[in-house]
């Protein structure tokens, strides 16, 4: 358990202290998409589906959800955002939403769980706004593209 951080002496959970870290510039990207069907991806794609438009709302909902990640990750610091920003690609090929969300605060700890926060939530609405036209919908991909600052420096993933 000594490779974890996120557990104390005794093996019971704890939220790490950062505080005695330097502030640095630290910036994550996430990616996530959602697959659906021909018909869904081109209600998405025309803004015909009754709820409304599906990209913009999962723009706003994936900023929220950045914004909100320390209240709903049971051990993440509660981090200042300066920035989050939210891509879609409508990837014709796969029928598929792909979703890049970027964070970026200057602080103690990075934001990363605020990026993949961002992208899950971002597809949830998606499968939200779609779900009476289709309940088939798949997420899938989620995961953390990159990352900077800090003392653990860069991580890019690899293909």
Request: charged fraction near 25%; proline fraction near 1%.
């Amino acid at each position: 358990m000594e490779d974890f951080t996120h557990f104390n002496e005794s093996g019971r959970a704890r939220m790490v202290d950062v505080s005695a870290k330097a502030e640095t510039a630290r910036c994550a990207v996430a990616f996530g998409r959602v697959l659906v069907n021909a018909d869904t991806f081109a209600l998405i794609r025309s803004g015909g589906l009754k709820k409304g438009d599906v990209l913009t709302t999962a723009q706003i909902g994936g900023i929220m959800g950045a914004k909100r990640t320390s209240e709903i990750i049971p051990m993440c610091h509660n981090v200042p955002l300066s920035g989050v920003d939210i891509d879609f690609r409508m990837n014709e090929d796969d029928l598929a939403v792909e979703i890049t969300a970027t964070a970026k605060c200057t602080g103690q700890t990075g934001v990363e769980m605020e990026a993949l926060t961002a992208v899950s939530v971002a597809a949830l609405t998606v499968y939200d706004m779609c779900k009476a036209v289709q309940r088939d919908i798949v997420i899938d991909r989620i995961c953390l593209l990159r990352k900077s600052g800090g003392k653990s420096g860069e991580f890019v993933r690899g293909e």
